[in-house]
């Protein structure tokens, strides 16, 4: 496997990633129309959630694609062996993901690893931008940005979580048929907040990219 293939899957990243996003962005949409028919607002629920998969998806594999990329081309002094062990912590991940996404297995556990995943990815893409940063580790300036931009987008994905926490009570209520004033208020409320993250999402992911066009070969 050469530069093409890593170019190609690291393009795949952001095509999906973004794509998916505006796709679940829309759906958010309509879930939040109280003037929408209950059943219409659960089929875009259901849309979003799946929809979503391919921005996780995303989110998980960018990081060793875009390390695959970076030692291939020697922006990155690595032995290219080490480039394997992150597709198969990505892959760990993505089997997790895709266990809470399915709600199968013990939820409680996999939940939890899925949360301790991403807090250590966050940790581990702050600390090696900001190592490459310092000079500790010889890399260009564009790869700790986009490091750290990964970071931010890992961030404002766990700020998505805590915005939409009211969303999972109050979504019940109207799965069940009881949904009122107060629980359409929360679903409104929640997916209101966790815009502004999206945004910043989006705005990395393109401060990424453009990162990625204007690198030197």
């Known amino acids: 496997m050469g530069d093409p293939v890593w170019i190609l899957l690291h393009i ?3 095509v999906y990633w973004l794509g998916g996003d505006l796709g679940a962005f829309y759906a958010s949409r309509l879930v939040a129309e109280e003037a929408r028919p209950a059943a219409g607002r659960l089929a875009a629920a ?3 959630m799946n929809v979503d998969m391919a921005p996780r998806m995303a989110l998980i594999f ?9 030692v291939s081309r020697g922006w990155l ?8 062990p992150a597709f198969a912590v990505a892959v760990v991940w993505a089997v997790v993901a895709w266990l809470v996404h399915l709600k199968a297995g013990p939820l409680g556990v996999v939940r ?16 090696a931008g900001a190592c490459m940063l310092a000079g500790w580790i010889a890399a260009p300036l564009f790869l700790a940005v986009k490091l750290l931009l ?5 961030a404002c994905g766990l700020l998505i979580r805590r915005a939409l926490a009211p969303f999972g009570p109050a979504f019940a209520k109207l799965a069940a048929g009881e949904a009122g004033p107060a629980e359409n208020a929360a679903i409104r409320a929640s997916l209101s907040h966790a815009k502004l993250y ?7 992911l393109l401060a990424a990219a453009a990162l990625g066009v204007y690198t030197p070969a």
């Open 62 to 70: 960018a990081f060793p694609t875009g390390l695959a990329l970076a």
């Open 77 to 84: 002094e690595l032995n290219f062996q080490w480039v394997w």
């Open 46 to 48: 259901s849309i979003l």
């Open 12 to 14: 795949l990243v952001l």
């Open 198 to 204: 999206v945004l910043t999402i989006w705005a990395a």
């Open 112 to 127: 939890r690893m899925d949360m301790a995943i991403r807090l250590t990815a966050l940790a581990g893409l702050l600390g």
């Open 150 to 154: 990964l970071a931010l987008a890992i």
